[in-house]
């Protein structure tokens, strides 16, 4: 699971869980079908409002010798239809295999990738 961090028209930060897979220097996001509150979801307009956005992912555990992050940098946009990411998050998550997303996809191309891991004293 990652975190999408968006910023609407008025500046302020949104950040949501998302899943998510990665094919080459881009990052794909579809809406699935899970309850949401609406259709019209915050992140799509952020994204219309402003493309920068950044994808974290992260490890934590309470053994802290194997906590380790990921961010991604770049620049989003929502397709109405992606069907190659689509069957690149089915393939990567057996919950979709059986209902595939639906809705849009949010393809980010990247731009910016940083990281750290625990790697001893001093890290």
Do not use: C
């Not at 899970?34 to 994808?55: F, Q």
């Amino acid at each position: 699971m990652g975190r999408l961090a968006t910023v609407g028209a008025d500046l302020r930060p949104h950040v949501v869980p998302v899943t998510y897979v990665v094919h080459g220097d881009e990052l794909f996001i579809a809406v699935d079908q899970k309850p949401k509150s609406t259709t019209a979801l915050r992140r799509l307009r952020n994204i219309a409002a402003h493309e920068r956005v950044a994808v974290l992912v992260d490890e934590y555990d309470e053994d802290w010798t194997h906590l380790w992050w990921v961010r991604v940098d770049g620049v989003a946009r929502v397709l109405d239809e992606e069907l190659a990411a689509v069957e690149l998050l089915v393939a990567k998550y057996p919950q979709y295999q059986a209902d595939p997303p639906r809705g849009p996809v949010i393809a980010i191309r990247a731009d910016g990738w940083s990281g750290w891991s625990y790697r001893g004293e001093g890290d």
